[in-house]
């Protein structure tokens, strides 16, 4: 609500008058902004038809900050020459006054100084003409009397276009009486109480018409789901930190590259009916790489690249059953096989996306999650690379904060070398999850200490895909 007093003579004055008041007007007389003003009428007019304000627009000529420092102490032309003595002024010392440069091209222009190009202390500048008319401050001073229109619209475009005028639109209000006029403000009902209709006091009071043409308030919708906030959150910390999406939209995967590429024995429990979801249509995968296939048998059943292999039957029945992949990092052996297959570069790769587990739903286990995953493919890399890229990853994340701590390690050369890999070339690992958070409270800045710890924080995976250097 606007001041009661400005309210109040407000209303006096368009009661005393008989067409209405200008808002700017009343303004000046009553010496207050003319915001001030304006909060009165809105206040009136959400009061009902006590008032009429239409609201009207006005153009007018204003000074500038530097059109109203020449209407005080004049032109930079004007004092130019006023700063020229009859012995003349060396160019070099006109220059150092602030409106030298300005005033010394306007006086050339209007032929009120000369330049002495040969004297003997270098360029200096004399008077041409005993006295001037400064005509640009007189101008200025027509406008700032508000006297505008005894100037023409050339004279006004040329100050203008030395930035010392600006063409100003002013909105005001032409106020008058509505229909409801009175000088005495009662303030109406906004609610109809029980209280009211019990007494009939309702009769004697005045209600604020309902606006039933305003906006309702927008309901609030369309978030992002916590997890896609979090996923993007990842995603960008692995974009800067150069790494490469890889392409993660076969959730159907055989068991080979799911399994038996990752070196994991087809014994292994990870591979059984509780843990694992198995397609019955279709049931077998016949497509893979035969030579590649032949060396993960060999090195299963005999051992090889320095390793004795796990001394099994190895069936290709078991590693064709197809099933809905239980981690992305049957997507990272596939990337790697592929890379194995050209010339060698470094490489650093990251997937998030869904993985399936056959396991008992309850509050904190679904069938299906998003698993994160990073790879990194270099020459000689070691654990402390893996350490060193995991304090940047964490990092990242922001320090003192909860943080998801998942597994990590270095891919075996048995898995590695059937690929065709460089026997130099190490490959690290992590990954995380995003549903199913293993939360240490643990500063980040403790991060490096904490990698090496295997028993505490199980940062080495369990599955023989990955083994610990030292």
Not at 111 to 122: A, L, N, P
Not at 268 to 281: E, G, I, K, M, V
Not at 403 to 412: H, I, L, T
Request: a negative charge.
């Amino acid at each position: 609500m606007a001041d009661t007093g400005v309210v109040e003579t407000l209303l006096r004055l368009i009661e005393k008058v008989d067409d209405g008041v200008d808002s700017l007007e009343v303004a000046a007389s009553l010496g207050v902004d003319h915001q001030v003003i304006v909060g009165a009428v809105k206040s009136l007019q959400a009061l009902g038809d006590i008032i009429s304000a239409e609201l009207r627009s006005s153009k007018h000529w204003e000074l500038t900050e530097e059109g109203t420092e020449i209407a005080e102490q004049g032109s930079h032309e004007a004092r130019v020459f006023s700063s020229i003595p009859l012995e003349g002024l060396a160019q070099s010392e006109l220059m150092k006054l602030s409106f030298g440069k300005i005033g010394f091209s306007k006086a050339m222009s209007n032929k009120w100084i000369r330049v002495d190009k040969s004297h003997e202390g270098g360029p200096r500048i004399f008077k041409t003409v005993e006295s001037i008319d400064d005509q640009v401050r007189e101008k200025l001073l027509l406008v700032k009397k508000a006297n505008t229109a005894q100037l023409e619209e050339k004279e006004k475009n040329e100050l203008k276009k030395r930035k010392l005028l600006s063409e100003v639109t002013v909105k005001s209000y032409w106020i008058s009486k509505g229909i409801s006029f009175s000088t005495t403000i009662t303030k109406q009902e906004t609610e109809l109480t029980p209280e009211m209709v019990a007494n009939g006091s309702w009769k004697e009071k005045k209600f604020k018409p309902y606006n039933f043409e305003a906006m309702g308030v927008a309901p609030d919708c369309g978030h992002l789901h916590p997890l896609m906030k979090v996923r993007t959150q990842f995603r960008q910390i692995f974009l800067e930190m150069g790494f490469t999406e890889m392409p993660t939209n076969n959730f159907i995967e055989s068991s080979f590259w799911n399994f038996d590429s990752l070196f994991q024995p087809q014994q292994h429990p990870a591979r059984d009916q509780h843990d694992t979801f198995f397609l019955s249509d279709p049931a077998l995968a016949h497509e893979f790489p035969q030579d590649y296939l032949e060396r993960v048998k060999k090195v299963h059943s005999e051992g090889g690249f320095g390793s004795q292999g796990y001394k099994y039957d190895w069936k290709i029945e078991e590693a064709q059953k197809n099933i809905l992949r239980t981690h992305t990092t049957a997507v990272s052996a596939r990337m790697l096989y592929k890379l194995a297959q050209q010339k060698f570069t470094p490489v650093k790769y990251f997937s998030i996306d869904r993985v399936f587990r056959n396991e008992t739903l309850d509050a904190t286990h679904l069938a299906e999650f998003h698993q994160i995953e990073g790879v990194v493919a270099d020459y000689g890399l070691t654990l402390g690379d893996l350490m060193g890229i995991l304090h940047q990853f964490f990092t990242k994340l922001g320090l003192k904060k909860w943080v998801e701590v998942g597994n990590s390690g270095v891919f075996r050369p048995e898995m590695l070398l059937p690929m065709g890999l460089p026997e130099d070339v190490s490959v690290i690992a992590w990954g995380l999850s995003l549903e199913r958070p293993t939360m240490i409270k643990y500063g980040i800045n403790n991060i490096r200490e904490l990698v090496g710890h295997k028993v505490n924080l199980q940062m080495v995976y369990d599955s023989p895909i990955c083994r610990l250097e030292s």
